[in-house]
């Protein structure tokens, strides 16, 4: 007898069906918006100039006639494609250079590099562990990570974003689990901007006997004189056992990368199904990846990481002043006050989001909106970030739109979450 159950009736019937033909209605879908040219500070995009505030490309690489360059030289050295894995036919050179220097940056004995960040992610942790295992991650952590621990199928015990005191009562737990414990946690939280407190982490880990691996994906070409991830501002770049970042962020390509010991690696070179089973980046994406991690290497490269936090400080401290409720700087033990290229402005309410960035897309202001399930429910926020390649001109043109936005936006919907 045939099933009577369609798998496609999902699509019917999902949650958020009536909210996407809602939002189209309205004419305030926030997402699938289409660019007309490079993603630079001010872009094309559906036949008008707007105000980036919106891209991952924190030191504005992607038009950098070098990396531009590279990238063209690598399609016409070795054509438009790979097809293939990186573990038959699609290695190429650059590859092998890349990997090198990736890991002479990162300071660790080896590094793979996977075709995206989040195969990187499933490639790694779906490898190293296994079901008799346990993982404990932040609640804020990046989807590929919850990813990746699916396809591991270890227990997972997740905790609250930032709860240390939960991250601790996990290990305790974990530790009657009966197999090894790995902890991840990103180095920098995509939406929240805020940066992981490593220092704690890596004491309470080394405490309880457990392996530590930190997605610097917002971090990476950012934080730490190196422009090396939050390891390396933290000085434990040699305390964290595995550090996963991703090229399609500052470093203007796509790909990702995993660092750490040798024998790792090396069993991820040969055992894991994401590296072996896809084809291999494009020519172009490695070259590219290649020519921004010599930039970032150079001395040139302190000036784009300074300039990006710059930006990123005015922006955050601009924001503040005209009464939003932004998430602020982190302050370390030590006083120092670290922003991050991500600065979000806090709304609650999903509908009042999306009804803010439709205000700012018509004012010329493009940023990106994070509601329920990527946030909280209720925890709705626009996602701004900055580029180093931003200058403070066009900011202050992007903060009076923000500041008419907010007077009429308030007037229509009532008060937004005030500056805290
Ligand atoms: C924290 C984090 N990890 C991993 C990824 C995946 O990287 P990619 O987009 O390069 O696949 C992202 C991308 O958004 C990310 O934000």
């Given at each position: 007898m045939a099933t009577s159950i369609d798998v496609f009736a999902k699509a019917r019937q999902h949650e958020r069906l009536e909210q996407l033909r809602t939002a189209r209605e309205l004419d305030?879908?926030?997402?699938f918006h289409v660019l007309?040219?490079?993603?630079?500070?001010?872009v094309e995009m559906e036949g008008a100039a707007r105000i980036m505030l919106?891209?991952?490309?924190y030191l504005g690489l992607t038009g950098d006639e070098r990396v531009r360059d590279a990238a063209v030289d690598a399609v016409r050295r070795y054509?438009?494609?790979?097809?293939?894995?990186r573990f038959l036919n699609g290695t190429i050179d650059l590859h092998v250079e890349l990997e090198r220097e990736l890991a002479e940056w990162m300071g660790t004995e080896d590094a793979i590099v996977f075709t995206t960040g989040h195969q990187a992610n499933l490639g790694a942790l779906g490898t190293i562990l296994g079901p008799e295992d346990t993982v404990i991650a932040d609640s804020g952590d990046h989807a590929s990570i919850r990813d990746g621990i699916l396809l591991s199928r270890a227990k997972l015990r997740p905790f609250k974003h930032g709860r240390l005191d939960l991250l601790e009562k996990r290990l305790q737990a974990a530790q009657g689990d009966g197999g090894g414990i790995l902890v991840v946690v990103d180095g920098?939280?995509?939406?929240?901007?805020d940066v992981a407190p490593l220092p704690e982490i890596v004491e309470l880990c080394g405490r309880y006997g457990a392996r530590l691996m930190v997605d610097e994906a917002h971090a990476f070409?950012?934080?730490?004189a190196r422009g090396a991830g939050a390891c390396e501002l933290f000085g434990l770049e040699d305390r964290v056992d595995l550090r996963m970042a991703t090229f399609?962020?500052?470093?203007?390509?796509c790909g990702g990368v995993i660092a750490g010991p040798a024998e790792v690696i090396e069993f991820l070179r040969i055992s894991s199904r994401p590296f072996m089973f896809t084809a291999s980046a494009v020519p172009a994406a490695v070259g590219a990846t290649l020519a921004a991690v010599r930039i970032c290497r150079s001395p040139d490269g302190r000036d784009l990481f300074a300039k990006v936090l710059d930006n990123a400080r005015y922006l955050n401290r601009g924001l503040h002043a005209l009464g939003f409720r932004v998430v602020e700087p982190v302050q370390l033990a030590d006083g120092t006050e670290v922003v991050t290229p991500v600065v979000p402005v806090v709304v609650g309410d999903d509908w009042k989001a999306v009804f803010l960035w439709k205000a700012l897309y018509e004012a010329g202001v493009f940023v990106n909106v994070a509601i329920h399930p990527a946030v909280s429910?209720?925890?709705?926020?626009?996602r701004t970030s900055v580029m180093a390649t931003h200058d403070h001109e066009t900011l202050d043109r992007a903060l009076a739109v923000f500041a008419q936005v907010k007077r009429a936006f308030e007037s229509e919907h009532g008060p937004l979450p005030a500056t805290a």
């Open positions: 305030a879908l926030p997402y007309e040219g490079p993603t630079l500070p001010v919106g891209s991952n490309n054509g438009t494609g790979l097809t293939g894995s920098v939280y995509s939406m929240e901007g070409g950012v934080l730490g399609s962020k500052s470093l203007a390509s429910p209720g925890g709705a926020l626009l």
